[in-house]
């Protein structure tokens, strides 16, 4: 379910819905401040990214609507699975963010959630939504490369 990448990240999951509801503009690398029993989940690829997003309030970068399933092996000391988990960033990016969100139609997008030298990360990205024709206009782009890829196979 996992893979490494270039950078040698081991990715548990890709939020690749994000790229297709928004244009993203910026990326962060962010810490996430898990329970126990959230890293054993997160190690087995049980996590659900889809419908989530990340807010600044009081100072704090916060993860919210991510799905991490309960540790199956586990019943006493279990995690609750949507609970609003803490961003761990520097106050400087933080404070960049905060410039960034309060720009209209500017939104914290987690794109991935990777292991890192042993430590979970969470990729965030700053993202604009696009519009109708802005997804219409992406899916055409990505036609035309898959038709120039096969095209330029052939000869």
Do not use: C
Request: glycine content about 8%; charged content about 30%.
């Amino acid at each position: 379910m996992s893979k490494n990448d270039s950078e040698g990240r081991k990715i548990i999951i890709d939020n690749r819905k994000a790229r297709h509801l928004y244009e993203l503009l910026e990326f962060y690398q962010a810490g996430i401040e898990l329970q126990g029993t959230e890293v054993k989940s997160i190690r087995g690829g049980r996590v659900n990214m889809q419908d989530g997003f990340a807010l600044i309030r009081n100072g704090e970068a916060w993860l919210l609507n991510i799905h991490i399933s309960p540790y199956e092996t586990s019943a006493y000391f279990n995690h609750e699975p949507r609970r609003t988990r803490k961003l761990l960033l520097h106050r400087r990016e933080i404070n960049k963010l905060v410039g960034l969100v309060e720009q209209k139609g500017l939104t914290l997008v987690p794109t991935k959630m990777y292991f890192k030298n042993g430590l979970v990360k969470v990729e965030i990205a700053v993202g604009r939504g696009k519009k109708l024709h802005d997804k219409r206009e992406s899916i055409k782009e990505r036609d035309d490369q898959r038709t120039m890829a096969r095209a330029m196979k052939q000869y």
